[in-house]
């Protein structure tokens, strides 16, 4: 067999300068047909992009806020309701607030208040309402002008049933997309998720037991996330609904609307 003959220096170095200029090239021709390509692909607008594309963009005051829980050493708390109303449940969460004097804030979900615009007239004076979609959709998994679309609708039967508008956004199962923020910063709502939920699932026909879980769990600026409709398991909650008035009460906590807990947030520390 004969000798392997290596390309010289010389050769190694031409190719490797060949090799540089066509990834270069490369790079300038992607860099070209992405700048085109992309605006008809899901990404720009869609449910990942903070931005609808190209164009004007209009977003609202040009930004939002996004809360877990509110800054204060108050003890104070928020209860929410997601997913109403509901014929079965609604009434009876109502008739409990009513009764101990909570104001709580309902996410709601349009196609519902429509269906069921009775159960909240009348009955929303101390209480807060917020939009919860159209029909419990994933926004995560749409484009930023259907999101659009879905709120708008949403919050235009909110507001014709309750006689108030929404200005607070929970998106279902807490999913963020950058299209949600933007739609979201469009109709000028604060994005509210939660810091601590229901946990009926660990204890099922306990209502005591899963009270005694709250009330250990809360702390000054909790955002509290509870069902107003759903599987039977969630009933847990709501049956134990006064004894988690009554032990946050007696640990010296005030219920508050979410928006009455963020007006009296603590400025922000500085770092450092």
């Known amino acids: 067999?004969?000798?392997?003959?290596?390309?010289?220096?010389?050769?190694?170095?031409?190719?490797?300068?060949?090799?540089?200029?066509?990834?270069?090239?490369?790079?300038?021709?992607?860099?070209?047909?992405?700048?085109?390509?992309?605006?008809?692909?899901?990404?720009?607008?869609?449910?990942?992009?903070?931005?609808?594309?190209?164009g004007d963009q209009p977003p609202g005051d040009g930004g939002l806020r996004v809360v877990w829980r509110a800054?204060?050493?108050?003890?104070?708390?928020?209860?929410?309701?997601?997913?109403?109303?509901?014929?079965?449940?609604?009434p009876m969460v109502l008739d409990t607030l009513d009764r101990y004097r909570v104001p709580a804030t309902f996410f709601l979900v349009g196609a519902r208040v429509r269906a069921a615009a009775g159960l909240l007239r009348g009955r929303l004076d101390r209480h807060e309402v917020g939009n919860h979609t159209w029909a419990h959709h994933d926004l995560a998994r749409m484009d930023a002008d259907e999101i659009h679309r879905d709120l708008t609708r949403t919050h235009a039967v909110i507001a014709e049933v309750t006689g108030r508008e929404p200005r607070l956004l929970r998106p279902p199962w807490g999913h963020l997309g950058g299209g949600t923020l933007h739609a979201a910063a469009r109709l000028r709502y604060d994005v509210v998720l939660w810091s601590l939920q229901m946990r009926e699932t660990a204890y099922p026909g306990d209502p005591a037991g899963h009270a005694r879980h709250i009330v250990a769990g809360v702390r000054p600026g909790t955002i509290l996330l509870a069902h107003d409709t759903g599987a039977a398991t969630r009933l847990v909650a709501l049956h134990g609904l006064p004894a988690i008035i009554d032990g946050l009460r007696g640990r010296g906590f005030e219920f508050v609307t979410v928006s009455a807990l963020l007006a009296g947030e603590s400025p922000p520390r500085t770092p450092g």
């Open 1 to 54: 067999m004969g000798a392997v003959r290596w390309p010289g220096r010389r050769a190694l170095l031409r190719r490797a300068a060949l090799l540089t200029a066509g990834a270069a090239a490369g790079a300038v021709t992607f860099a070209e047909t992405t700048r085109f390509t992309d605006r008809r692909l899901p990404l720009g607008g869609g449910p990942a992009s903070g931005t609808t594309g190209v």
């Open 71 to 90: 800054r204060t050493d108050r003890r104070q708390i928020a209860l929410t309701f997601d997913d109403g109303p509901a014929p079965q449940w609604t």
